[in-house]
């Protein structure tokens, strides 16, 4: 994530806002400070107070001992975490500074945090996991109801061709039936799994595609691991882009 710089103090030529942002100044005439703001002066890199940001990690630090920065309410003696609705008070007069409005004036954009995808893609990959182990349990029926019809076929066809071993016809008869309920019984049962591991499998990732999407746009991330995933910077979505947490 990049990392921002922002020294703020009072304007010496107009007491407004000045701000000095990765070595650009910039200004805000709408603002004007009280003399218990200090300075800026780029050329010696002072200012009242430095705000540093690193994704949804912003601090800020009083820089001149001469005055104060209130933050909640509250003196602060170094450096100290904030977000955008904290209350920023700089100065003995405590003059109140918006910080929202501040970073989103440098284009600031506060990250997306997709943690809690982790929880969705680990659900996902074990439902998953379930299913087709169920739909190979089925696969594996299947095969054994092949070899049954294909030992009680030898059983029919045996006694033909070694004499030597007689099989009385109804037992044989008894056999030829017993495969064919079972072909039909296990074909039928088949066919059910493979249906209801289709309709399964379509209901999964139909859920998944609702859960593992940008909580910003709702842009669906697709069937990326999420080890995977905590490698994008960014939302693939071009008409989103915004800077993921993860």
């Not at 379930?130 to 594996?140: F, P, S």
Request: proline share 5%; net charge positive; aromatic share 8%.
């Amino acid at each position: 994530m990049k990392f921002m710089e922002i020294l703020i103090g009072r304007d010496p030529d107009t007491n407004c806002l000045a701000l000095l942002v990765d070595g650009k100044r910039g200004k805000d005439s709408t603002i004007i400070f009280p003399n218990s703001v200090s300075r800026l002066k780029p050329e010696k890199n002072t200012a009242h107070c430095r705000i540093s940001v690193k994704g949804n990690d912003i601090r800020i630090m009083n820089l001149n001992s001469h005055n104060v920065t209130y933050v909640d309410g509250e003196e602060i003696k170094s450096s100290k975490k904030i977000d955008l609705h904290s209350i920023i008070e700089l100065g003995a007069d405590q003059y109140r500074i918006n910080i929202k409005k501040i970073l989103k004036k440098i284009g600031y954009v506060a990250p997306v945090s997709i943690k809690h995808l982790k929880r969705v893609w680990e659900r996902y990959d074990r439902a998953l996991l379930k299913l087709q182990v169920e739909q190979q349990k089925a696969a594996n029926q299947q095969k054994l109801q092949g070899l049954i019809s294909q030992a009680s076929v030898l059983c029919v066809i045996i006694p033909s061709v070694i004499p030597s071993i007689p099989i009385p016809g109804m037992i044989r008869v008894l056999l030829v039936i017993v495969a064919l309920l079972l072909g039909v019984y296990f074909y039928i049962k088949g066919t059910k799994t493979d249906e209801s591991f289709v309709i399964k499998k379509r209901e999964l990732d139909e859920r998944f595609k609702d859960d593992y999407v940008c909580p910003k746009c709702g842009y669906f991330f697709g069937f990326i691991p999420y080890d995977n995933l905590m490698y994008k910077k960014n939302c693939p979505n071009p008409n989103c882009n915004a800077p993921l947490d993860t």
